[in-house]
């Protein structure tokens, strides 16, 4: 039997992407929301911690950080490919798994997709039907790319690309002539 997953920041706040996506005020929902898990985990506040089953309370620590992640739209993000990674990759729920086998997982080179100059950004077509189902910014390449690679998941289904690159500088050396006059 493997060992229970921990809980979602999602499921920490009570919370659903869909809820925060369709919400008017994203930013109002998510304090609420917080506001709200912490009175109910409050050790001085809750009805009876006796009929609670184990592990149903979430520390201060544990909503905090749930809270810091979606009022972040970045870390938002982030969070959320790696969940879905973690699930098309190990069926579990947490972000954090360590399962590394990989299925539905296309490589392609940065050079081969198209480029959105007026949303400023790279997409790509999925399998699933989605004509733009794998999206990323140059932000996203920036930060892996040490790696040369990033894995973008499919918006609509659990398909991943990984998008090979080479950060090339464009600084001419100070000795050479790009001009040769000769």
């Known amino acids: 039997m493997s060992p229970p997953q921990p809980p979602t920041h999602y499921e920490i706040l009570n919370l659903t992407p869909s809820i925060i996506d369709e919400s008017p005020d994203a930013a109002k929902l998510i304090k609420k929301a917080y506001h709200r898990a912490l009175l109910r985990n409050h050790p001085d506040k809750t009805i009876s911690h006796a009929n609670t ?7 201060i620590d544990q909503i905090t950080t749930a809270f810091t992640v979606l009022s972040s739209p970045r870390q938002r993000t982030e969070y959320d490919t790696k969940l879905r990674q973690a699930q098309t990759f190990s069926g579990a729920a947490g972000p954090d798994s360590a399962q590394r086998f990989q299925t539905g997982v296309e490589n392609v080179d940065l050079d081969d997709l198209p480029y959105d100059e007026a949303k400023e950004r790279w997409y790509r077509s ?23 690679e990033l894995m973008v998941g499919c918006q609509d289904c659990s398909l991943w690309l990984r998008v090979h690159f080479a950060v090339v ?14």
Not at 128 to 147: A, H, K, M, S, T
Not at 170 to 182: A, K
């Open 53 to 59: 089953p184990p592990g149903a309370l979430f520390s």
């Open 126 to 148: 999925c399998r699933c039907g989605n004509l733009r189902g794998y999206l990323f910014e140059e932000e996203d390449l920036i930060e892996v790319e040490d790696e040369g």
């Open 169 to 182: 500088d464009d600084v001419i050396p100070v000795d050479e002539d790009p001009i040769d006059q000769s």
